[in-house]
C-alpha cells in the first residue's frame, strides 16, 4: 500500500456486504479502516492488511470511543461507509433498548451513523464520499414517536431507521455540498444471503457477490453533487426528488441529535 493510498473506514465490517466491501478494497490497496464489534471479528480482515476498529454502535461511549480511535489513526477518510445496521431480528424479538435507553434499531443504524458523520466532518474533504446503506424497504413510521414506544414491531423499526438513513444522506448533502463531500444512499439487492437477513427468518434471494460490486462500483465514484438513491437493477435517482425532506430533514435530524446528548 502506498503512503497516498486512499483511506476507507467501513462499518459492520465483520461479514455480509461490509467484509465484501473491505475486502475489495484492500485487493485495490486502499488503506481499509475496518470497524467490527468485537476485535475477534476483524481477525481475518487483520491478516488480509485491514486496521480493525472495535465497538459496539449501540453504546454512545463505545462511538465516541471508535471516532477518538479513527481521528488518532488517520487524518483523512476518503470513503465513510455507514453499513452497520440491526435487520429485523428472529420473529420472535421483542422490542429492545440499548444502555442510553434508546431503541436498538435507532441507536445503531441512525444515531451511530449521525455520530459518525458529525464526529469524522474534519477528516471529510474535498471528494471524500460517504455511502449510507439504506433499502426501499423503508417508511418513515412516526416522526413524533421515534422511539416507537406507541406501536413498535420489528419491521417497523427496520424500515423506519432505513428511512432515517435517506434523511440523513439528503440533509448532509446538502450541509456537505461546500465541501465538495458527496453523500448518497445505496440499496444494495433485496434478501441478499446475509446475517441479518438470515436471522430473521425470511427467505434469502439475490447474489451477495452482485450486491458488494454495486456498492463497490459506488465507493470508486468521483461524481459529488445531489444527494443519490442508488439503487440494485435501476438507475440512479436523486433523493429530493423520490422523497423530498430537506425543509423537515434538518429539524429530523436535530431531534435525532437530541437522543445523542
Ligand atoms: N442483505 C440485504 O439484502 C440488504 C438489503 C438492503 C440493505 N442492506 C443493508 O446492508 C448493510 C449490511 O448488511 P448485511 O446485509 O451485509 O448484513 P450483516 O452481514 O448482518 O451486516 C451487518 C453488520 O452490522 C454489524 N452490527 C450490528 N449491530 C452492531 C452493533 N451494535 N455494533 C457493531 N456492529 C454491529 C453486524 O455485526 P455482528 O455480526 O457483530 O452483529 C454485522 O457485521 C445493512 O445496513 C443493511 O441494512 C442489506
Given at each position: 500500500?502506498?503512503?497516498?493510498?486512499?483511506?476507507?473506514?467501513?462499518?459492520?465490517?465483520?461479514?455480509?456486504?461490509?467484509?465484501?466491501?473491505?475486502?475489495?478494497?484492500?485487493?485495490?490497496?486502499?488503506?481499509?479502516?475496518?470497524?467490527?464489534?468485537?476485535?475477534e471479528?476483524?481477525?481475518?480482515?487483520?491478516?488480509?492488511?485491514?486496521h480493525?476498529?472495535?465497538?459496539?454502535?449501540?453504546?454512545?461511549?463505545?462511538?465516541?470511543?471508535?471516532?477518538?480511535?479513527?481521528?488518532?489513526?488517520?487524518?483523512?477518510?476518503?470513503v465513510?461507509?455507514?453499513?452497520?445496521?440491526?435487520?429485523?431480528?428472529?420473529?420472535?424479538?421483542?422490542?429492545?433498548?440499548?444502555?442510553?435507553?434508546?431503541?436498538?434499531?435507532?441507536?445503531?443504524?441512525?444515531?451511530?451513523?449521525?455520530?459518525?458523520?458529525?464526529?469524522?466532518?474534519?477528516?471529510?474533504?474535498n471528494?471524500?464520499?460517504?455511502?449510507?446503506?439504506?433499502?426501499?424497504n423503508?417508511?418513515?413510521?412516526?416522526?413524533d414517536?421515534?422511539?416507537?414506544?406507541?406501536?413498535?414491531?420489528?419491521?417497523?423499526?427496520?424500515?423506519?431507521?432505513?428511512?432515517?438513513?435517506?434523511?440523513?444522506?439528503?440533509?448532509?448533502?446538502?450541509?456537505?455540498?461546500?465541501?465538495?463531500?458527496?453523500?448518497?444512499?445505496?440499496?444494495?439487492?433485496t434478501?441478499?444471503?446475509?446475517?441479518?437477513?438470515?436471522?430473521?427468518?425470511?427467505?434469502?434471494?439475490?447474489?451477495?457477490?452482485?450486491?458488494?460490486?454495486?456498492?463497490?462500483?459506488?465507493?470508486?465514484?468521483?461524481?459529488?453533487?445531489?444527494?443519490?438513491?442508488?439503487?440494485?437493477?435501476?438507475?440512479?435517482v436523486?433523493?429530493d426528488?423520490?422523497?423530498?425532506?430537506?425543509?423537515?430533514?434538518?429539524?429530523?435530524?436535530?431531534?435525532?441529535?437530541?437522543?445523542?446528548?
Amino acid at each position: 500500500m502506498s503512503a497516498g493510498a486512499p483511506v476507507a473506514l467501513i462499518t459492520g465490517a465483520a461479514g455480509g456486504l461490509g467484509t465484501g466491501m473491505c475486502e475489495a478494497l484492500l485487493k485495490r490497496d486502499w488503506r481499509v479502516l475496518a470497524h467490527v464489534r468485537n476485535v475477534e471479528q476483524g481477525r481475518q480482515l487483520a491478516a488480509a492488511g485491514a486496521h480493525v476498529l472495535a465497538a459496539d454502535l449501540s453504546s454512545r461511549t463505545q462511538v465516541r470511543s471508535l471516532i477518538s480511535h479513527v481521528r488518532r489513526t488517520t487524518a483523512r477518510i476518503d470513503v465513510l461507509v455507514n453499513n452497520a445496521a440491526l435487520g429485523y431480528g428472529a420473529p420472535d424479538i421483542t422490542r429492545q433498548v440499548t444502555e442510553d435507553g434508546i431503541e436498538s434499531r435507532l441507536a445503531v443504524n441512525v444515531l451511530a451513523p449521525l455520530a459518525l458523520m458529525e464526529g469524522l466532518k474534519g477528516l471529510l474533504g474535498n471528494g471524500s464520499r460517504v455511502l449510507n446503506m439504506a433499502s426501499t424497504n423503508q417508511e418513515l413510521v412516526d416522526v413524533d414517536d421515534l422511539q416507537l414506544i406507541r406501536c413498535w414491531n420489528r419491521e417497523a423499526s427496520y424500515r423506519q431507521s432505513k428511512a432515517l438513513m435517506l434523511v440523513l444522506t439528503q440533509v448532509f448533502a446538502e450541509r456537505w455540498k461546500p465541501l465538495n463531500v458527496a453523500v448518497n444512499a445505496i440499496h444494495p439487492g433485496t434478501r441478499l444471503p446475509t446475517k441479518i437477513v438470515l436471522e430473521s427468518g425470511v427467505e434469502p434471494m439475490g447474489s451477495l457477490e452482485r450486491g458488494i460490486e454495486i456498492c463497490v462500483d459506488q465507493l470508486l465514484q468521483s461524481d459529488p453533487g445531489k444527494a443519490m438513491f442508488v439503487r440494485a437493477g435501476e438507475l440512479p435517482v436523486r433523493l429530493d426528488e423520490l422523497y423530498p425532506v430537506t425543509e423537515e430533514g434538518e429539524a429530523l435530524v436535530a431531534k435525532l441529535k437530541d437522543l445523542l446528548a
